[in-house]
């Protein structure tokens, strides 16, 4: 009895001594990001989109309303559960970057302890597997950069882990699993993807017993349909639509874009997520895939599915690939688990051979480079994708509080910096807050006909995003910074537009 409740306190020593190290790695991580940042220029969101989920924060916050424009409720926000956590920042008078920083980080760090933990409760992995799984985790820089870009994208990432967590656990439901995936829909409707690894499982898991298949989807559909009918029902009593303004205005923006080869797109995805230490574990993640087929243990193809699936949604639907591949950036937890077991698996198969333990050896010392070079180049491109957003989108929005009238109306693409800053009327030529603009949003000829019509003042705008509109008008201010011109683009710039 004393071996046991010895054992007991050591087992919990040391799981107590790995959260810690979890979350020293993590805040070490993240941290050194925003020094560097901080030292490039100033600390911010890589991201405009970023300053969307502030303003609708802050007015939720503050002024209890949903709304982008005070007094207008929209649904611009993709991730109304992300924007509502920023809002508690807001409510309780918390610095709101420090606040959305914590949030981020917080979630990038639960990402990967419960990752581990995964791994743990299905394989019984080793420990110091388990923390250099963590480690890759809280390094990775595209997770970094997320949980610090004030973007929704991390919580996904944790969400994705979360599910495949619960589906190891004994006993667990499928009514849970299901109101996990309509919980999610409110942080991305992408979470919608994960009802394909649930369906997958309860087929593997009743194979060939019917009744008992219909009665685990519906447990499964039952658990969805409560907050995703709550989420449907939302948008339309808000907008008239049952998805987010930004749902129709992204897939038409680029649907030119979906004119390339469907496989062209896929690879493109694939590429941009495999910039940095995925791209070593690609052999990890084919070894993963062979040895569930020797083991015929087709549940562990769940993961696989869920982030190729997610990946072609993209593909088919959205393919860009900008901002590091942000949209695909959830699939990376998933995709990093599963290439890292394909490794340890093989590892530990049939003894450790002198030409194994070798390979070994030099995977890990390539993995750990690796991890270190994008590591700092990743931290980097987080720096300059600050100091172009805080150097162009935000100082224009701040010019335009300061030297325009305040009942002016301003025709701008991107709206988020200047909706948070601007304190002026808004017309979105993106259709993100302004929904009428969708299905004119790649006529330059049409949007000049609206913004008359509508009264617009100015416009703020990157020149070469609509060279037509700029034509002839009168250039008032040009922020004229120097990060976006070194990075290839241009000078945000504010034109009179009557």
């Known amino acids: 009895m004393s071996g046991m409740i010895g054992g007991g306190v050591k087992d919990l020593t040391n799981r107590r001594l790995f959260l810690f190290t979890v979350i020293a790695v993590g805040a070490l991580s993240a941290g050194a990001f925003l020094i560097i940042c901080a030292q490039k220029n100033s600390l911010g969101f890589p991201l405009d989109d970023a300053w969307i989920h502030q303003t609708y924060a802050r007015n939720?916050?503050?002024?209890?309303?949903?709304?982008?424009?005070?007094?207008?409720?929209?649904?611009?926000?993709?991730?109304?559960l992300w924007s509502a956590l920023i809002a508690l920042g807001y409510l309780f008078k918390i610095p709101y970057k420090w606040w959305t920083y914590g949030i981020g980080v917080t979630a990038l760090i639960a990402t990967a302890w419960l990752a581990v933990d995964w791994v743990r409760t299905r394989d019984r992995a080793p420990g110091m597997w388990g923390i250099g799984l963590a480690a890759l985790l809280l390094l990775e820089w595209h997770l970094v950069w997320a949980a610090l870009s004030g973007m929704e994208t991390i919580l996904l990432a944790f969400l994705s882990v979360l599910f495949f967590w619960i589906l190891t656990q004994e006993g667990f439901s499928f009514f849970i699993v299901g109101v996990l995936i309509g919980v999610g829909v409110w942080i991305r409707p992408d979470a919608l993807t994960l009802l394909l690894p649930a369906a997958w499982i309860i087929f593997i898991m009743y194979r060939g017993r019917f009744r008992q298949i219909g009665a685990a989807l519906l447990r499964l559909i039952v658990g969805i349909a409560g907050p995703f009918l709550i989420y449907l029902s939302m948008n339309w009593s808000v907008a008239g639509s049952i998805w987010p303004s930004t749902f129709y205005a992204k897939q038409v923006e680029y649907s030119v874009l979906q004119q390339s080869p469907f496989l062209y797109r896929y690879l493109e995805q694939l590429n941009a997520i495999a910039a940095g230490v995925l791209i070593i574990l690609l052999p990890g993640i084919l070894l993963y895939i062979i040895?569930?087929?020797?083991?015929?243990?087709?549940?562990?193809?769940?993961?696989?599915?869920?982030?190729?699936?997610?990946?072609?949604?993209?593909?088919?639907r959205l393919p860009v690939t900008?901002?590091?591949g942000r949209y695909a950036i959830p699939t990376i937890p998933i995709l990093l688990v599963v290439g890292f077991e394909g490794i340890r698996i093989w590892y530990s198969q049939n003894g450790e051979s002198r030409a194994k333990r070798f390979i070994h050896r030099v995977w890990i010392f390539s993995l750990g480079a690796v991890v270190a070079i994008?590591?700092?180049?990743?931290?980097?491109?987080?720096?300059?994708?600050?100091?172009?957003?805080?150097?162009?989108?935000?100082?224009?929005?701040?010019?335009?509080?300061?030297?325009?009238?305040?009942?002016?109306?301003?025709?701008?693409?991107?709206?988020?910096?200047?909706?948070y800053f601007g304190n002026r009327g808004i017309i979105d030529l993106a259709g993100l807050v302004t929904p009428e603009v969708i299905p004119i949003i790649r006529s330059e000829v049409d949007l000049d006909f609206f913004l008359d019509k509508n009264y617009a003042d100015y416009l703020m705008t990157f020149p070469r995003w609509y060279p037509r509109l700029v034509s002839g008008r009168e250039l008032i201010y040009s922020t004229n910074s120097d990060f976006s011109p070194q990075a290839g683009g241009e000078n945000m710039a504010i034109y009179r537009w009557r």
């Open 322 to 324: 900008y901002q590091h």
């Open 60 to 80: 939720l916050g503050e002024m209890g309303e949903w709304s982008f424009i005070p007094g207008q409720a929209s649904v611009g926000s993709t991730a109304p």
């Open 291 to 316: 040895q569930a087929i020797k083991s015929r243990s087709w549940e562990r193809f769940a993961p696989i599915i869920w982030a190729g699936a997610y990946i072609g949604a993209y593909a088919l």
């Open 374 to 419: 994008f590591w700092w180049q990743g931290s980097q491109a987080y720096a300059l994708d600050v100091a172009i957003i805080e150097t162009e989108m935000v100082k224009a929005s701040l010019w335009i509080a300061e030297n325009t009238e305040s009942d002016s109306s301003i025709a701008a693409h991107d709206i988020g910096a200047l909706g």
